[in-house]
């Protein structure tokens, strides 16, 4: 189970890339904010990915292969897991918060238009803020932190996503 939960991470990971390719190249107004955030969106991806691969089919597979092993040489395993564990702490909160960094681009070149775009560019850029306030505060991500942050993030993608439907 834990290979599809993070196989379907990964899956919707890449999905949102390409959403948020398409909207980069439907909204070119201001092109280097946009590309920049597109790059930085996509360094936060790879990052995301790298955690789910590692959490979701390196951890198990190292440490079933250790298990099977004599106790005395399942010790050799723990400083590995251990390092496992901290990358993949380090990867998500840099892929978050580069998450939120890509978020902030694009809410600043909402801002520089006028009316709802200038309303959602304020509403997506404080859902980012929010988003690296819980990273910040968060200490270890745990099942029981993550979804908070997920929510902010859904509130500036869903942000988004409204300005790829008004046009």
């Not at 201001?30 to 390196?58: C, E, H, K, N, P």
């Amino acid at each position: 189970m834990n290979a599809v939960i993070h196989s379907a991470l990964i899956v919707f990971v890449l999905l949102m890339v390409v959403a948020f390719s398409v909207y980069a190249y439907f909204n070119r107004g201001r092109l280097l904010l946009g590309i920049g955030a597109l790059v930085v969106y996509a360094i936060g991806a790879g990052a995301v990915i790298g955690a789910g691969l590692t959490d979701g089919f390196f951890v198990p597979l190292f440490a079933a292969r250790y298990a099977a092993l004599a106790p005395a040489l399942q010790n050799d395993a723990v400083p590995v897991l251990t390092a496992a564990a901290l990358a993949i702490q380090v990867m998500t909160k840099f892929g978050f918060a580069a998450f939120a960094g890509a978020a902030l681009l694009w809410s600043i070149e909402l801002m520089q238009r006028t009316g709802r775009a200038r309303i959602s560019g304020a509403v997506a850029g404080l859902s980012a803020l929010a988003e690296v306030a819980l990273i910040a505060l968060s200490g270890t991500l745990t099942p029981r932190n993550l979804p908070s942050i997920a929510f902010v993030q859904a509130v500036w993608c869903l942000v988004f996503a409204a300005q790829l439907w008004d046009g």
